[in-house]
């Protein structure tokens, strides 16, 4: 910039003018230049420490061959370095970890190079595949309260939802129910066959009782991929809509209030909650849509 022409004046800017508009100190730049020239790559400034880089390396990576455990971070590194004798700091430990790859992977790497899927969770049609999940909130008077809830992928209906004080698998399966009532007709062997649930592996979802009765009524299990919640996106991000819309704005004294209140909710949300990806159509509004007067009537 300071070997620049100006427009106006028709001389070079100049490297005192440049460096004071930038703020910054020309002796800075004077020595980045020379150790450009000279190809000298910056280094650490103060004492080099017990050894060498290369050598400090070499002992991080004998510490690491010779631990029994794998993917201990730079801390416990740092830490059998000093019982070995070697005492440096931990951000130097850090330092080289990072720069020679040898810091431990935070998540398992896929095998293969392909994607296991494309990222796409939604159906076009209705009750093909719903998704389920559990958050916790406090009433007044009972303590904490979980809510249950069950959103069709497709329309981003609300086809169920509860609240129960305790959190277990047989509380979890109301809202599966009251959307098998709704759109299938009833609650018999196989009256929801063709039905995908995606659900996490929390225990309540993984258990026994929750998965043979899901399994009885035709529904198939989807369950998410560990460590990997937007497989399960639809009713992770319904769950921040009920939060920033009813459960942060209302307090309740009973779980049984709670309940009553989210079934209004329900009736509200499924009413006049508006999707942009429909055009902003509202869930009913989508399932009438897709499946004519006739078969939304018979649901």
Not at 119 to 147: E, F, K, R, S, Y
Not at 225 to 247: D, I, Q
Request: net charge positive.
């Amino acid at each position: 910039m300071s070997t620049a022409i100006s427009v106006s004046e028709h001389r070079r800017y100049g490297l005192e003018r440049v460096s004071r508009v930038w703020q910054v100190c020309r002796s800075a730049i004077y020595a980045r230049r020379a150790r450009a020239l000279a190809g000298v790559a910056p280094t650490r400034r103060g004492p080099q420490g017990p050894c060498s880089d290369p050598e400090l390396v070499a002992r991080i990576r004998k510490v690491i061959d010779d631990s029994p455990f794998t993917g201990e971070g730079y801390r416990k590194i740092w830490a059998r370095l000093r019982r070995a004798g070697v005492r440096t700091s931990k951000e130097r430990v850090r330092r080289l970890m990072r720069e020679y790859g040898l810091q431990a992977q935070s998540r398992p790497a896929k095998p293969g190079s392909e994607k296991l899927h494309d990222g796409h969770i939604t159906t076009a049609m209705p009750n093909l595949m719903w998704g389920t999940d559990m958050t916790t909130t406090a009433t007044v008077g009972q303590g904490q309260a979980a809510v249950f809830i069950a959103l069709d992928h497709c329309t981003g209906e609300l086809v169920g939802i509860h609240a129960s004080k305790r959190q277990d698998r047989f509380e979890a399966l109301e809202p599966i129910r009251q959307g098998v009532n709704k759109h299938f007709g009833g609650f018999a062997a196989g009256c929801a066959a063709g039905l995908m649930l995606r659900h996490d592996h929390g225990s309540n979802y993984m258990a026994e009782d929750f998965q043979n009765e899901i399994k009885f009524l035709g529904i198939e299990s989807s369950p998410a991929f560990v460590r990997e919640p937007e497989c399960n996106g639809c009713a992770e991000r319904f769950m921040r809509t009920l939060k920033e819309n009813f459960l942060w704005l209302h307090h309740f004294q009973t779980v049984e209030e709670l309940r009553v209140a989210l079934l209004e909710f329900q009736r509200v949300y499924n009413s006049q909650w508006i999707l942009q990806r429909h055009g902003y159509r509202t869930p009913d509004q989508v399932y009438a849509d897709l499946t004519g007067p006739g078969l939304a009537d018979a649901a």
